[in-house]
Protein backbone atom coordinates (compact mmCIF):
# COMPACT_ATOMS: atom_id res chain seq x y z
CA UNK A 1 0.00 0.00 0.00
CA UNK A 2 0.96 3.68 -0.90
CA UNK A 3 -0.25 6.09 1.38
CA UNK A 4 1.29 8.79 3.40
CA UNK A 5 -1.20 8.37 6.11
CA UNK A 6 0.99 5.91 8.68
CA UNK A 7 -2.01 5.52 11.02
CA UNK A 8 -3.96 4.64 8.19
CA UNK A 9 -1.50 1.74 6.57
CA UNK A 10 -0.87 0.52 10.14
CA UNK A 11 -4.53 0.04 10.63
CA UNK A 12 -5.25 -1.87 7.52
CA UNK A 13 -2.29 -3.79 7.68
CA UNK A 14 -3.44 -5.25 11.30
CA UNK A 15 -7.11 -5.97 9.22
CA UNK A 16 -5.89 -7.42 6.61
CA UNK A 17 -3.36 -10.11 8.55
CA UNK A 18 -6.75 -11.18 9.94
CA UNK A 19 -7.54 -12.08 7.26
CA UNK A 20 -5.16 -14.05 5.92
CA UNK A 21 -3.29 -11.40 3.86
CA UNK A 22 0.04 -9.37 4.02
CA UNK A 23 0.71 -5.99 3.39
CA UNK A 24 4.00 -4.14 3.40
CA UNK A 25 3.33 -0.44 3.11
CA UNK A 26 5.38 2.95 2.01
CA UNK A 27 4.61 6.50 3.17
CA UNK A 28 6.49 8.35 0.22
CA UNK A 29 5.70 7.41 -2.99
CA UNK A 30 9.42 8.26 -4.89
CA UNK A 31 10.95 4.74 -2.52
CA UNK A 32 7.66 2.89 -3.43
CA UNK A 33 8.89 1.64 -7.06
CA UNK A 34 12.07 0.22 -5.11
CA UNK A 35 10.12 -1.29 -2.37
CA UNK A 36 7.50 -2.80 -5.03
CA UNK A 37 10.49 -4.60 -6.98
CA UNK A 38 11.65 -6.10 -3.59
CA UNK A 39 8.40 -7.11 -2.57
CA UNK A 40 7.23 -8.07 -5.78
CA UNK A 41 3.46 -7.80 -4.26
CA UNK A 42 0.42 -9.41 -6.12
CA UNK A 43 -1.39 -6.35 -5.42
CA UNK A 44 -0.77 -2.98 -5.02
CA UNK A 45 -3.20 -0.17 -3.45
CA UNK A 46 -2.55 3.34 -4.13
CA UNK A 47 -3.97 6.42 -2.88
CA UNK A 48 -4.73 9.57 -4.83
CA UNK A 49 -3.89 12.41 -2.64
CA UNK A 50 -0.28 12.49 -1.46
CA UNK A 51 1.53 15.73 -1.49
CA UNK A 52 5.02 14.33 -2.68
CA UNK A 53 3.61 12.89 -6.21
CA UNK A 54 -0.03 11.91 -6.36
CA UNK A 55 -1.73 8.58 -7.36
CA UNK A 56 -2.02 9.18 -10.82
CA UNK A 57 1.65 9.97 -11.64
CA UNK A 58 3.01 6.84 -9.81
CA UNK A 59 0.32 5.02 -11.57
CA UNK A 60 1.82 6.36 -15.06
CA UNK A 61 4.91 5.14 -14.06
CA UNK A 62 4.46 1.62 -12.97
CA UNK A 63 2.06 1.14 -15.99
CA UNK A 64 5.07 1.70 -17.91
CA UNK A 65 6.88 -1.35 -16.45
CA UNK A 66 4.31 -3.50 -14.71
CA UNK A 67 1.19 -5.18 -14.75
CA UNK A 68 0.52 -5.57 -11.19
CA UNK A 69 -3.49 -5.31 -10.15
CA UNK A 70 -3.84 -1.91 -8.62
CA UNK A 71 -6.76 -0.52 -6.41
CA UNK A 72 -7.13 3.03 -6.34
CA UNK A 73 -7.85 5.20 -3.41
CA UNK A 74 -10.23 8.91 -3.73
CA UNK A 75 -10.66 11.12 -1.07
CA UNK A 76 -13.15 12.95 -3.05
CA UNK A 77 -14.96 10.25 -4.62
CA UNK A 78 -15.41 12.28 -7.58
CA UNK A 79 -16.57 10.27 -10.98
CA UNK A 80 -13.40 11.54 -12.51
CA UNK A 81 -10.89 10.50 -10.21
CA UNK A 82 -12.52 7.06 -10.93
CA UNK A 83 -12.80 7.52 -14.69
CA UNK A 84 -8.87 9.08 -15.04
CA UNK A 85 -7.87 5.89 -12.70
CA UNK A 86 -9.65 3.27 -15.01
CA UNK A 87 -7.73 5.40 -18.14
CA UNK A 88 -4.39 4.93 -16.52
CA UNK A 89 -4.62 1.18 -16.17
CA UNK A 90 -6.01 0.60 -12.92
CA UNK A 91 -8.03 -2.09 -11.87
CA UNK A 92 -10.61 -0.74 -9.33
CA UNK A 93 -11.08 2.15 -7.16
CA UNK A 94 -12.36 2.72 -3.45
CA UNK A 95 -13.49 5.96 -1.83
CA UNK A 96 -12.07 7.27 1.35
CA UNK A 97 -13.84 6.57 4.06
CA UNK A 98 -14.55 3.15 3.55
CA UNK A 99 -15.19 -0.07 5.16
CA UNK A 100 -12.11 -2.41 5.64
CA UNK A 101 -14.36 -5.23 5.13
CA UNK A 102 -15.15 -3.40 1.24
CA UNK A 103 -11.14 -3.45 0.89
CA UNK A 104 -10.85 -6.88 1.49
CA UNK A 105 -13.55 -8.12 -0.50
CA UNK A 106 -12.37 -5.90 -3.27
CA UNK A 107 -8.64 -7.07 -2.79
CA UNK A 108 -9.82 -11.25 -3.11
CA UNK A 109 -12.33 -10.38 -6.32
CA UNK A 110 -9.29 -9.27 -7.64
CA UNK A 111 -6.55 -11.79 -6.12
CA UNK A 112 -9.25 -14.57 -7.53
CA UNK A 113 -9.09 -13.02 -11.05
CA UNK A 114 -5.50 -13.40 -11.35
CA UNK A 115 -4.68 -16.53 -9.96
CA UNK A 116 -8.05 -18.75 -11.03
CA UNK A 117 -7.26 -22.41 -11.73
CA UNK A 118 -5.32 -22.97 -15.28
CA UNK A 119 -7.53 -23.60 -18.24
CA UNK A 120 -6.72 -24.70 -21.74
CA UNK A 121 -5.08 -22.40 -24.24
CA UNK A 122 -7.78 -19.71 -26.19
CA UNK A 123 -6.76 -19.95 -29.57
CA UNK A 124 -8.72 -17.44 -31.84
CA UNK A 125 -7.66 -15.88 -35.19
CA UNK A 126 -3.82 -14.36 -33.89
CA UNK A 127 -4.53 -14.85 -30.81
CA UNK A 128 -3.02 -17.72 -28.07
CA UNK A 129 -4.29 -16.78 -24.47
CA UNK A 130 -2.98 -18.49 -21.86
CA UNK A 131 -4.76 -18.62 -18.60
CA UNK A 132 -2.84 -20.02 -16.69
CA UNK A 133 0.07 -17.40 -16.96
CA UNK A 134 -2.20 -14.76 -17.65
CA UNK A 135 0.05 -14.33 -21.03
CA UNK A 136 -1.18 -13.58 -24.49
CA UNK A 137 0.77 -13.98 -27.93
CA UNK A 138 -0.39 -12.15 -31.07
CA UNK A 139 0.97 -14.04 -34.14
CA UNK A 140 3.95 -15.14 -32.23
CA UNK A 141 4.68 -11.74 -30.58
CA UNK A 142 4.04 -11.93 -26.51
CA UNK A 143 2.44 -8.54 -25.81
CA UNK A 144 1.93 -6.96 -22.16
CA UNK A 145 -1.87 -6.13 -21.09
CA UNK A 146 -2.64 -5.33 -17.47
CA UNK A 147 -5.05 -6.94 -15.01
CA UNK A 148 -8.42 -4.94 -16.53
CA UNK A 149 -7.47 -5.02 -20.09
CA UNK A 150 -6.42 -8.26 -19.66
CA UNK A 151 -9.92 -9.53 -18.38
CA UNK A 152 -11.36 -7.09 -21.50
CA UNK A 153 -9.46 -9.56 -24.09
CA UNK A 154 -9.90 -12.73 -22.19
CA UNK A 155 -13.86 -12.24 -21.70
CA UNK A 156 -14.73 -11.14 -25.54
CA UNK A 157 -11.96 -13.43 -27.18
CA UNK A 158 -13.67 -16.11 -24.96
CA UNK A 159 -17.15 -15.08 -26.69
CA UNK A 160 -16.50 -14.55 -30.66
CA UNK A 161 -19.90 -12.89 -32.14
CA UNK A 162 -21.27 -11.61 -28.49
CA UNK A 163 -22.47 -8.53 -28.02
CA UNK A 164 -21.15 -6.70 -24.83
CA UNK A 165 -22.81 -3.22 -23.36
CA UNK A 166 -20.65 -0.99 -21.59
CA UNK A 167 -22.23 -1.78 -18.40
CA UNK A 168 -21.82 -5.68 -19.32
CA UNK A 169 -18.38 -5.22 -19.48
CA UNK A 170 -17.76 -2.91 -16.70
CA UNK A 171 -20.02 -5.41 -14.09
CA UNK A 172 -18.59 -8.38 -15.23
CA UNK A 173 -14.86 -6.87 -15.27
CA UNK A 174 -15.36 -5.94 -11.70
CA UNK A 175 -17.05 -9.26 -10.86
CA UNK A 176 -19.75 -6.67 -8.66
CA UNK A 177 -22.91 -4.03 -9.43
CA UNK A 178 -20.50 -0.65 -10.00
CA UNK A 179 -21.69 2.43 -11.34
CA UNK A 180 -21.22 2.74 -15.54
CA UNK A 181 -18.17 4.48 -16.76
CA UNK A 182 -18.61 4.05 -20.47
CA UNK A 183 -16.65 6.25 -21.04
CA UNK A 184 -13.81 4.42 -19.01
CA UNK A 185 -14.66 1.36 -20.71
CA UNK A 186 -14.23 3.30 -24.12
CA UNK A 187 -10.67 4.15 -23.44
CA UNK A 188 -9.98 0.38 -22.25
CA UNK A 189 -11.06 -0.50 -25.28
CA UNK A 190 -8.77 1.66 -27.20
CA UNK A 191 -5.82 0.97 -24.98
CA UNK A 192 -6.23 -2.53 -25.93
CA UNK A 193 -6.48 -1.77 -29.48
CA UNK A 194 -3.72 0.02 -29.66
CA UNK A 195 -1.22 -2.65 -27.87
CA UNK A 196 -3.20 -5.16 -30.52
CA UNK A 197 -2.31 -3.26 -33.46
CA UNK A 198 1.34 -3.25 -32.97
CA UNK A 199 1.57 -6.62 -33.86
CA UNK A 200 -1.02 -7.13 -35.46
CA UNK A 201 -3.25 -4.96 -38.69
CA UNK A 202 -6.38 -6.76 -38.17
CA UNK A 203 -9.46 -5.13 -36.49
CA UNK A 204 -11.24 -7.70 -34.07
CA UNK A 205 -12.71 -5.93 -31.91
CA UNK A 206 -15.64 -4.30 -33.04
CA UNK A 207 -17.77 -1.07 -32.07
CA UNK A 208 -21.44 -1.84 -31.84
CA UNK A 209 -23.23 1.61 -32.61
CA UNK A 210 -25.68 1.97 -29.49
CA UNK A 211 -24.75 -1.31 -27.49
CA UNK A 212 -21.12 -1.85 -26.74
CA UNK A 213 -18.21 -3.82 -28.55
CA UNK A 214 -17.82 -7.67 -30.02
CA UNK A 215 -14.53 -9.89 -31.01
CA UNK A 216 -14.70 -10.99 -34.24
CA UNK A 217 -12.26 -13.57 -35.28
CA UNK A 218 -9.85 -12.66 -38.08
CA UNK A 219 -7.07 -14.83 -39.27
CA UNK A 220 -3.61 -14.19 -40.74
CA UNK A 221 -4.44 -13.95 -44.12
CA UNK A 222 -8.54 -12.04 -43.86
CA UNK A 223 -9.11 -8.74 -45.34
CA UNK A 224 -10.30 -6.19 -42.07
Known sequence: MIDDDRALTELLSSYVATHGLEMVSAQDPRDA??????ENPDLLILDVMMPQ???????????????IPIIMLTARGESVDRILGLELGADDY???PFEPRELVARIRAILKRTSRAPE?????????????????????????FTT???????L???????????????????????????????NLVNRVRKKI????????IKTVWGTGYMYTEIRRG???
Open 33 to 38: LDKIKK
Open 53 to 67: KDGFAVLKDLRTSSS
Open 94 to 96: ISK
Open 120 to 144: DLIKSGDFVINPATRSVRIKDHEVD
Open 148 to 154: MEYDLLH
Open 156 to 186: LVSNPGRKFSRDQLLSTLHETETESYGRAID
Open 197 to 204: ETVSDSSC
Open 222 to 224: DSD
